[in-house]
C-alpha cells in the first residue's frame, strides 16, 4: 500500500504495500491506523494512499473491509477512502506490474516532490522479491527531490543467518537511515515511558542495579490459542514469534545505560550495548511448553482444544506455545541478576508488563513479615505503573500487609486517549524518526542470542512441557524462577479499576 504525504514544510509521499501477514490476520488493515491520524488531524492536507496487492479489489471494498475497525460515521468514511485512496493489482515480481505502480504514483504525485514511504506488511518470503522491484521501478525520480523510506514488518529472518543476509540485501538497496524494521512494542505507551521512568526520576537511578533488584521478569499472555492459525505459527514457535523480538527489545531498555542524549542513534548505541554483553541462551535456561485442552471445558468452547487438535498444526508438532528464558547480563550493573522472558498463548489472562522484584530488606526487624518490594509497569491492558510496598494495617494492633503506590492511566489521565502503537510508529516515519525502531546490528545480537537454542529445539532435543489451556502455563517455569530466586507469595492482587 502507498501513502503519499503532503503538510506544510514536510511534504510526503508515502508508498505501503499491504497484504496481512498470516500471523497478523486478526490486527486491523493500515488503513485503520493512517485513519486515526487523519481523524486526530496529524495527517497531512495532501496525500494519496495507494494499495499494491495481488487480489483484484476495489476501494469500495477495502473500505467495507476496514469498517469495522473504525469509529466514524459512514459519511466521513467514505470521504476518507475516496478522497485519500487507490488501488493498483499486481505480482509480486513482475516488472510490468510494478512499472503499473509507477505510473500511477507520478499520476498522483504530478509536480510536487516524490516523497514516497513504502510499507511491506507482506510474508517474509516476499521481501526480497518486492523490494529489488520497488528499488529498480518505483524509487523517486532524482531530478524531483524525493525522498524514499521503507517500513519492513517482522518477523525480520528466521535465524542468524536468514536475518543477515535480508540485511545484506536492503543494504545494497537502501540505506540504513531509509529503513524502517517495526516492532509494534516499541510505539506501546509504557515502553516509550521506560526512559522517562528510568532517566527523569532521581530516585530509581541509585536502586536501577544489582545491588538492589533480585531479579527482572518481562512477561507477555494470551489467553487465546492459535485458532487456526497454527500452519504459519508452528513454522515460528513462541520464541519467534514474541521473546526474540518483542520481549528482547524491552529488556534492552530496561537493562541498557544512560544515551548521550535522547537522539535516534543514540538510544539504538546503548541498546546494542547491552546487547552484545548477553550470551546465546542455554537449553538448560529454558522451559517450554505446549497448551492442550481443558477436559472441563465445554466442547464447542476454544479451551476444549489443544495445539495439536488444530488442523493446521502437523501431527505430533514439538513446537511450543510457551517458554520461558532466563537471561544474564554479565556487566559491572547487572552482574547475576536473572532476566526471565516468559511469554504463552492459552493462558489464565492477557497481560504484558514488566516486573523489577528488589532484595529482601537488610536487617528486618519485623519478624521476616516483610516481603520484597515489586516496581511493576502494566503495558497492556490498562496501562500502569505501581509499587508494591509493605505497610501497617490501620488499627490498634500492629499488622503489616501488601499495599501499593500507583499510577493508573485510566484514572490519572481521564480525558486522554492512548494512541496505538502503529499509529505513533508510522508517524514517526513520516517525521524521520527512527527512536522507536530496530537497527541492523540491534537485530544481528538478538538472533545472535537465540539462534543456537533455537536450532537445538529444531533438533528435537527437547520436549515441551503439556500445560492446560487457561492456566499458568507449565509448573516447571515457576519452579525454574524459584531456582534463580524470584519469590512468589501469592498473596498481594492488584486492585481492578473499573
Not at 532517566?199 to 494470551?222: C, G, H, L, M, Y
Request: some cysteine; glycine content about 6%; aromatic content about 12%.
Amino acid at each position: 500500500m502507498q501513502v503519499q504525504w503532503y503538510q506544510d514544510e514536510l511534504k510526503w509521499r508515502t508508498v505501503l504495500c499491504p497484504g496481512r501477514s498470516s500471523q497478523e490476520e486478526n490486527l486491523p488493515h493500515p488503513l485503520v491506523w493512517l485513519r486515526a491520524l487523519h481523524r486526530d488531524k496529524l495527517f497531512p492536507k495532501k496525500v494519496s494512499i495507494v494499495g499494491y496487492a495481488r487480489s483484484q479489489l476495489t476501494v469500495p471494498q477495502i473500505q467495507q473491509k476496514c469498517a469495522p475497525y473504525i469509529k466514524a460515521s459512514e459519511e466521513e468514511l467514505t470521504e476518507f477512502f475516496t478522497s485519500y485512496n487507490h488501488y493498483v493489482s499486481g505480482g509480486y515480481d513482475s516488472d510490468e506490474d510494478f512499472q503499473k505502480l509507477e505510473k500511477k504514483l507520478r499520476e498522483l504525485e504530478g509536480d510536487l516532490p516524490h516523497n514516497r514511504l513504502f510499507y511491506l506488511a507482506l510474508p517474509p518470503n516476499l521481501f526480497t522479491a518486492v523490494t529489488t522491484k520497488l528499488s529498480q521501478f518505483c524509487r523517486p525520480p532524482a531530478d524531483k527531490g524525493g525522498v524514499v523510506r521503507i517500513i519492513i514488518e517482522k518477523p525480520f529472518g528466521h535465524d542468524l543467518n536468514s536475518s543477515n543476509e535480508l540485511t545484506a540485501h536492503l543494504s545494497e538497496l537502501f540505506e540504513e537511515n531509509q529503513i524502517y524494521r517495526i516492532d509494534h512494542y516499541l510505539g506501546k505507551e509504557m515502553v516509550q515511558n521506560l526512559m522517562a521512568l528510568r532517566f527523569a526520576n532521581r530516585i530509581f537511578a541509585p536502586a536501577w542495579n544489582r545491588e538492589n533488584i533480585s531479579s527482572i521478569q518481562i512477561t507477555f499472555k494470551e489467553p487465546f490459542g492459535t485458532e487456526g492459525r497454527g500452519g504459519y505459527f508452528d513454522n515460528y514457535g513462541i520464541i519467534r514469534d514474541v521473546m526474540q523480538n518483542h520481549l528482547l527489545q524491552i529488556l534492552s531498555l530496561v537493562a541498557m545505560e544512560k544515551p548521550v542524549s535522547t537522539s535516534a542513534e543514540h538510544i539504538r548505541d546503548e541498546k546494542v550495548k547491552v546487547l552484545k554483553f548477553i550470551p546465546p541462551v542455554k537449553l538448560e535456561d529454558v522451559v517450554l511448553g505446549q497448551y492442550e485442552g481443558d477436559p472441563c471445558a465445554p466442547h464447542d468452547d476454544p479451551a476444549s482444544q489443544g495445539y495439536l487438535d488444530d488442523p493446521t498444526v502437523p501431527p505430533n508438532s514439538s513446537t511450543p506455545t510457551f517458554a520461558l528464558a532466563t537471561l544474564f547480563i554479565p556487566n559491572e550493573r547487572w552482574e547475576g541478576v536473572p532476566f526471565f522472558l516468559r511469554c504463552g498463548k492459552a493462558l489464565n489472562e492477557r497481560k504484558a508488563e514488566i516486573r523489577l522484584q528488589f532484595k529482601d530488606v537488610v536487617g528486618d526487624i519485623f519478624e521476616g513479615s516483610c516481603k520484597r518490594n515489586e516496581l511493576v509497569m502494566r503495558v497492556q491492558p490498562g496501562e500502569a505503573i505501581y509499587l508494591k510496598m509493605m505497610t501497617k494495617i490501620p488499627a490498634t494492633a500492629f499488622k503489616m500487609e501488601e499495599s501499593e503506590m500507583e499510577l493508573t492511566y485510566n484514572d490519572r489521565y481521564k480525558n486522554l486517549r492512548v494512541p496505538d502503537a502503529y499509529e505513533r510508529l508510522l508517524l514517526d516515519v513520516v517525521y524521520g524518526s527512527q527512536i522507536h525502531f530496530v537497527r541492523s546490528d540491534e537485530l544481528s545480537e538478538a538472533w545472535r542470542i537465540f539462534t543456537p537454542l533455537l536450532e537445538q529445539i529444531e533438533q528435537g532435543k527437547t520436549q515441551p512441557f503439556k500445560y492446560r489451556f487457561g492456566s499458568r502455563g507449565p509448573k516447571e517455569a515457576d519452579e525454574k524462577c524459584l531456582q534463580h530466586g524470584f519469590k512468589f507469595y501469592g498473596t498481594y492482587k492488584y486492585p481492578k479499576k473499573q
